[in-house]
Antibody, heavy 124, light 113 residues
Framework: EVQLVQSGAEVKTPGESLKISCKGS????????IGWVRQMPGKGLEWMGI????????KYSPSFQGQVTISVDKSISTAYLQWSSLKASDTAIYYC?????????????????WGQGTLVTVSS | DIVMTQSPDSLAVSLGERATINCKSS????????????LAWYRQKPGQPPSLLIY???TRESGVPDRFSGSGSGTDFTLTISSLQAEDVAVYYC?????????FGQGTKLDIK
């Protein structure tokens, strides 16, 4: 069974750093892009960026470029999302998801499956 | 960036009736090289992560009931639930994967009337 299991909820104060994780299993981790999606309280989904574990290429949304860092450790099939200095506005649920690839064209396609989500609360 | 706009923002439909959700992209998401619409639909039930319903605008994901269907091409797309069931109460999102950033619509909240 293909699964993405995310790290647990975090409570942080503004200015702190944080790294959350997403561990893939049941498939060839290095052959699929992994993406991160933000969902602020009561709001919709925002695409943050993706990483290809095979060679660590990343693509960021302009809205999140420079605000977060996406990385991967392919030896343990785990992707990461990190902040160097959290703000209260970073409070949200963060989902990772495997981004599929079209077998004939190689183009990146839809997200499937999704991790269970990590709630990050930033409050003084 | 491609902006995805869904309508309506919310709707309430009686059990057994049809529900229709629309999604409009600010740019064409039909790729001429493979003649495919780079659009997916997801369902997010309360307290759960999103899950895939439809990809390539009209291909139903394995295990998704056939009451769910997707249609449209280019910039205008529709998700239809032919006979609403109680378990379909959720927020529905469209997403384009034509070009980064792979943007989502704002979501449509579906309730039982």
């Amino acid at each position: 069974e293909v699964q993405l299991v995310q790290s647990g909820a975090e409570v942080k104060t503004p200015g702190e750093s944080l790294k959350i994780s997403c561990k893939g299993s049941g498939y060839s981790f290095t052959n699929y892009w992994i993406g991160w999606v933000r969902q602020m309280p009561g709001k919709g989904l925002e695409w943050m960026g993706i990483i290809y574990p095979g060679h660590s290429e990343t693509k960021y949304s302009p809205s999140f470029q420079g605000q977060v860092t996406i990385s991967v450790d392919k030896s343990i099939s785990t992707a990461y999302l990190q902040w160097s200095s959290l703000k209260a506005s970073d409070t949200a649920i963060y989902y990772c998801a495997r981004q599929m690839r079209d077998s004939s064209s190689g183009y990146i396609t839809h997200f499937d499956p999704w991790g269970q989500g990590t709630l990050v609360t930033v409050s003084s | 960036d491609i902006v995805m706009t869904q309508s309506p923002d919310s709707l309430a439909v009686s059990l057994g009736e049809r529900a229709t959700i629309n999604c409009k992209s600010s740019q064409n998401v039909l790729k001429t090289s493979d003649n495919k619409n780079y659009l997916a639909w997801y369902r997010q039930k309360p307290g759960q992560p999103p899950s895939l319903l439809i990809y390539w605008a009209s291909t139903r994901e394995s295990g998704v009931p056939d009451r769910f269907s997707g249609s449209g091409s280019g910039t205008d797309f529709t998700l239809t639930i032919s006979s609403l069931q109680a378990e379909d109460v959720a927020v529905y999102y469209c997403q384009q994967y034509y070009t980064t950033p792979y943007s989502f619509g704002q979501g449509t909240k579906l309730d039982i009337k």
